[in-house]
């Protein structure tokens, strides 16, 4: 079933490659089939694109840490929490956060 979704984000691309939402549910589906550098490779377009897609930088954030790029998570973050506060988004505002938060203390025991 999964395969078949990946396939059929891939038509809407296809369609219209820069609709922000098919981008990000192509990222996220690639993260799930452990396709990480399509997944880097399209989040990172997106928040290059279309930074008021505010979804994204918790997710590009989170993929950086797992990569152990904590310093551009925290970057990322920080950006991603400047866009929240613009747009009044306070569920983003405060994952963006709370992630910031957990990112900064992983050097810390």
């Known amino acids: 079933m999964s395969t078949d979704r990946l396939a059929k984000l ?3 691309y296809e369609e219209d490659p820069d609709d922000p939402f098919t981008r ?16 880097l490779a399209f989040f990172e377009e997106l928040v ?10 918790y997710h590009l954030g989170k993929l950086y840490e797992r990569l152990d790029r904590t310093d ?15 747009q009044k988004a306070q569920k983003d505002l405060s994952e963006l956060q709370d992630a910031k938060l957990k ?7």
Not at 72 to 86: K, M, P, T
Not at 103 to 109: I, S
């Open 103 to 109: 990112a900064e203390g992983v050097g810390f025991d």
């Open 10 to 12: 891939k038509e809407f």
């Open 72 to 86: 551009d998570a925290l970057a990322v973050y920080e950006q991603g929490i400047s866009v929240a506060r613009e």
């Open 24 to 39: 990000f549910a192509l990222a996220q589906e690639h993260l799930k089939h452990d396709n990480t550098e399509k997944a």
């Open 48 to 57: 290059e694109t279309d930074p008021d897609y505010v979804g994204t930088y």
